[in-house]
Antibody
Framework: QITLTESGPPLVKPTETLTLTCTFS??????????VAWIRQPPGKALEYVGF???????RYHPSLRSRLTITRDTSNSQVVLTMTNMDPADTGTYYC?????????????WGQGAMVTVSS | VLTQSPDTLSLSPGDGATLSCRAS???????IAWYQQKPGRPPRLLIY???TRAAGIPDRFSGSGSGTEFTLTISRLEPEDFAVYYC?????????FGQGTKVE
């Protein structure tokens, strides 16, 4: 059974750096043709793509976030880490990590419960 | 850009539902998906490749379409189907989602 759990601070101040950890089980991020996506959702709004990390450590970022965003993996601890610098109130929302694989065309098969992040002074 | 219509669909259990998703540029079928989201819950993958049901998804859900027009059809609404539905494309960078259709 695949599970993912997001963890991190619920509150960050503007200009600070956000670090979120996605801890997963039931798969390995070194297995070919799998990946982990980050998706966020502002309160009451639609889903937004943030970024993606593949089994081979290839990474994709949303162009509007690329200058502030880093996604890394810790395969020994089954974790993916999202780091976003210079946080702004517009970055407030629930951040989800999700398991993805080539068989479903790299769509998000299994999602974590999400971590709510508020950016406020 | 993915534009979904309508924004809200008011229906009753047992009704059929047709949700539309229009892309601003042609998207290969392979890269269109639909997700369902209930309040306070993460999204759930329903359909990928425009028409392939994800594991465990009932056959009352079906997807169709090509080019720039895609459709999610729910043949007979069950009480648990009342939710928000998002279309998603992962064929062009960056990935994008529609704004959602609420089925109430």
């Amino acid at each position: 059974q695949i599970t993912l759990t997001e963890s991190g601070p619920p509150l960050v101040k503007p200009t600070e750096t956000l670090t979120l950890t996605c801890t997963f089980s039931g798969f390995s991020l070194t297995t070919e043709k799998v990946g982990v996506a980050w998706i966020r959702q502002p309160p009451g709004k639609a889903l937004e793509y943030v970024g993606f990390i593949y089994w081979d450590d290839d990474k994709r970022y949303h162009p509007s976030l690329r200058s502030r965003l880093t996604i890394t993996r810790d395969t020994s601890n089954s974790q993916v880490v999202l780091t976003m610098t210079n946080m702004d109130p517009a970055d407030t929302g629930t951040y989800y990590c999700a398991y993805s694989r080539s068989e479903s065309h790299y769509n998000m098969d299994v999602w974590g419960q999400g971590a709510m992040v508020t950016v406020s002074s | 850009v993915l534009t979904q219509s309508p924004d809200t669909l008011s229906l009753s259990p047992g009704d059929g539902a047709t949700l539309s998703c229009r892309a601003s540029q042609t998207v290969t079928n392979t890269y269109i998906a639909w997700y369902q989201q209930k309040p306070g819950r993460p999204p759930r993958l329903l359909i990928y490749g425009a028409s392939t049901r994800a594991a465990g998804i009932p056959d009352r859900f079906s997807g169709s379409g090509s080019g720039t027009e895609f459709t999610l059809t729910i043949s007979r609404l069950e009480p648990e189907d009342f939710a928000v539905y998002y279309c998603h494309q992962c064929g062009r960078s960056p990935r994008t989602f529609g704004q959602g259709t609420k089925v109430e």
